[in-house]
């Protein structure tokens, strides 16, 4: 008997949904048993994107890679030792003082809000802040609590991070000698017609988005610095971390950071809150308006509903690492079958043909 084309359509399209929801929560599953290792090989990967266009530079000066990639990870781990002892102390003061601070921020917040509910009522104008603020300064003190009892284990996390980071940086050098022979044993297991634009979509979107995201975060870093400094915000650095950090998660990573800053500034002064947000939203715009359009380009291409979808799904699976990665994934994914679709294989292959060759010692 056969099927009609209408029919088969519904079929694939009816079957399309559960299935994609069956493979979600498999992978969600597979994280959490193997969420470690995972996030190890993540890291590393994401560090051996980034490093790999110093290493590139090395070589055009006739360096070979793996002298190169010694440079490199000399200087990165140098870099990162000079912040480690300078930079990270005064944060994690500031962080201590910030957890300090807090309650007494949540005692001033609600006398303001009194105060405001009650030049409100004297005007006959039915407000009333009680259950807005108990429940702002619920959940605020149910997140100081969780840090605080975090920070008794801080010993041991710092043990585990440490040896968690030497594996990303020993995984990292080895991805940067030979995660080309690697790759290229795997990728030849698909398809020929597969093989080159999955290949150059992979370093379109990941190599080239992550290096656009972090120059997108320090330049929230160095320029909200001095801004806070100037209105004399408290934790001035702390905050402009936080933002920039914020950053990395792509899209709504900068107005989620934006929006918890503004909340904790508000707690103590509403018009130096006020401040914080202008300033903040002024360079958010100034970033996305002028510098991610350079920076990033159009080469992920994917509708904004869908970069959104793809981010829960990604935090559905992976949590934190899982938004990180998930524009990129959905990017790559994308750019992979608009290849095929329009047949277009020869731009891919001088990519990754100078890409190739320019990883050859």
Do not use: C
């Not at 929801?21 to 190890?40: D, H, K, M």
């Not at 990017?331 to 992979?336: E, L, N, P």
């Amino acid at each position: 008997m056969r099927r009609s084309p209408s029919l088969k359509l519904l079929l694939i399209y009816g079957l399309s949904g559960p299935i994609v929801a069956l493979n979600i929560w498999l992978l969600s599953v597979l994280f959490r048993y193997f969420q470690n290792p995972i996030t190890i090989l993540s890291v590393a990967a994401i560090l051996a994107f980034l490093l790999n266009y110093p290493v590139k530079f090395f070589e055009r000066a006739r360096i070979t890679r793996t002298q190169a990639v010694v440079i490199v990870l000399l200087v990165t781990l140098t870099l990162l030792g000079i912040l480690a002892v300078t930079l990270v102390p005064m944060l994690i003061d500031q962080t201590i003082q910030l957890l300090n601070k807090i309650p007494d921020w949540l005692t001033a917040s609600q006398a303001n809000l009194e105060q405001f509910e009650t030049f409100a009522k004297q005007r006959r104008l039915p407000l009333d802040l009680r259950v807005v603020s108990n429940q702002i300064n619920a959940s605020i003190q149910s997140l100081v609590q969780q840090l605080a009892s975090g920070a008794v284990g801080l010993a041991g996390t710092l043990l585990s991070g440490l040896l968690n980071f030497v594996l990303v940086v020993v995984l990292a050098f080895y991805m940067l000698l030979y995660g080309d022979r690697v790759w290229h044993g795997l990728i030849n297991l698909l398809p020929s017609n597969l093989r080159i634009p999955l290949t150059a979509s992979l370093q379109l979107n990941f190599q080239n988005f992550f290096l656009s995201q972090l120059l997108l975060g320090v330049f929230m870093i160095i320029a909200l610095t001095p801004i806070f400094l100037a209105l004399k915000v408290p934790f001035a650095l702390l905050f402009a971390i936080l933002i920039g950090v914020s950053e990395l998660i792509p899209f709504i990573g900068a107005t989620l950071g934006i929006g918890l800053v503004t909340i904790l500034v508000l707690l103590q002064d509403w018009w130096l809150a006020v401040q914080v947000a202008i300033a903040a939203i002024i360079l958010q715009q100034i970033k996305d308006n002028l510098l991610a359009p350079k920076l990033l380009g159009n080469f992920i291409g994917l509708n904004p509903i869908w970069i959104f979808v793809s981010i829960l799904m990604g935090y559905e699976i992976a949590g934190l690492l899982g938004t990180l990665v998930a524009v990129p994934i959905a990017g790559t994914i994308k750019g992979t079958f608009d290849a095929l679709k329009s047949g277009k294989q020869s731009d891919f292959g001088s990519i990754v043909t100078i890409t190739h060759d320019s990883n050859i010692e």
